[in-house]
């Protein structure tokens, strides 16, 4: 199983940027899904989550900024950011819980990160 993030790149504050991260590999079943980033200097942390059944959840810094999405046939998660501020300036990584075959079992899997930085 991999996940493979992009979308990251460089934008002006009040900006926009869409990250994607899509799976691939044998998966049978895909449960939570989430986006997290790390800063320079900083622990990593958890930006929004999204489940199976598409309930979703936000760090309070993002909300009513970011739209966390998934399309559970194409196994990609989207992450929309709008209204960028510098300080969501960092590396944003992808997980998602997959069980790759039966019996059911959920691993973490983590993609690569991708840069975004946003300018002032």
């Known amino acids: 199983v991999q996940l493979q993030a992009s979308g990251g790149g460089v934008v002006q504050a009040g900006g926009s940027l869409r990250l994607a991260c899509a799976a691939s590999?044998?998966?049978?079943?895909?449960?939570?899904m989430s986006w997290y980033r790390q800063a320079l200097g900083k622990q990593r942390e958890l930006v929004a989550i999204i489940t199976n059944g598409g309930s979703t959840n936000y760090a309070d810094s993002v909300k009513g900024r970011f739209t966390i999405s998934r399309d559970n046939v194409k196994k990609t998660l989207w992450l929309q950011m709008n209204s960028l501020k510098p300080e969501d300036t960092a590396v944003y990584y992808c997980?998602?819980?997959?069980?790759?075959?039966?019996?059911?079992?959920?691993?973490?899997?983590w993609g690569q990160g991708t840069q975004v930085t946003v300018s002032s």
């Open positions: 997980l998602a819980e997959i069980s790759p075959t039966i019996p059911i079992q959920y691993y973490p899997y």
């Open positions: 590999g044998t998966i049978f079943r895909t449960n939570a």
